[in-house]
């Protein structure tokens, strides 16, 4: 049987003193054996454009131009980066997946911030395991870790070992055995995947705004070719791709 790797990237935070008006868990599931693959590529045009193949993509530093981004500041190289990268995640192998929740809305409803890290990370589980059923895999769960957040991430995964998922038939003993490991990596992990998650959880926010919230926010050509790549995964019903937004 095959396994499934979903890696996960957070952006902003769920407290309320947090500026971020967003909470977003970001994340990509790709087959543990392209994973290498994967890797391999992204490894390329980090040294292609930057010289080194061990730095690690950040979205804040990338969009804002920042530290090694600089070079970003050509808009010729920040275009044939981004075509080079999307390329690589537009593999029909790659899913995407967003929940995004907005701050002001949860806290006007007198949600806590745990009650929104709860909720996210379990919806992200369930959809997790639901895919799993329909691609006849098992699962692997890889997280870049915040101590303030990983509680709830762990408790969302015991909570489900136990009851299972009604919406989708499944028993907590079909969860153990769909889901086989959670692991728990620190912020020098060097995976491309959670880097990707990373990446495009900008991207996913820039979205929320604009068909949401409806911010009339100009959108750089670049930008709106990212939101197309989300937009065919989105509409492909059987990669396993899709956006959530808590309220």
Do not use: C
């Not at 990509?28 to 980090?46: F, S, Y």
């Not at 992200?124 to 329909?134: D, G, I, Q, S, V």
């Not at 050509?221 to 492909?236: A, E, M, Y």
């Amino acid at each position: 049987m095959s396994y499934k790797l979903i890696s996960i990237d957070e952006s902003g935070k769920a407290s309320y003193k947090h500026p971020s008006s967003l909470f977003i868990l970001s994340s990509v599931i790709i087959p543990e054996n392209i994973k290498l693959k994967i890797d391999n590529q992204i490894r390329k045009i980090k040294k292609r454009y930057f010289k080194d193949s061990n730095i690690v993509f950040h979205s804040r530093d990338m969009y804002r131009k920042k530290g090694i981004f600089k070079i970003f500041e050509d808009e010729k190289i920040e275009k044939n980066f981004y075509g080079d990268f999307l390329s690589i995640i537009n593999n029909p192998k790659i899913s995407l997946s967003f929940i995004i929740t907005y701050k002001a809305q949860t806290k006007k409803m007198g949600w806590l911030p745990k009650t929104i890290l709860k909720k996210s990370y379990s919806i992200l589980l369930k959809n997790f395991a639901h895919y799993l059923t329909l691609t006849n895999s098992k699962g692997k769960i890889v997280v870049e870790s915040d101590p303030s957040q990983d509680f709830y991430l762990i408790q969302a995964h015991n909570i489900l070992q136990s009851t299972g998922i009604d919406k989708f038939r499944i028993s907590g003993y079909q969860y153990r055995h769909l889901i086989t490991s959670l692991s728990l990596v620190n912020k020098e992990n060097l995976d491309s995947d959670i880097q990707i998650a990373d990446a495009l959880a900008h991207v996913a926010g820039l979205k929320f705004k604009t068909n949401v919230l409806k911010i009339k926010e100009s959108i750089s050509k670049l930008n709106l070719l990212k939101i197309k790549l989300i937009d065919r995964k989105l509409k492909d019903k059987n990669s396993g791709s899709y956006i959530k937004y808590l309220k």
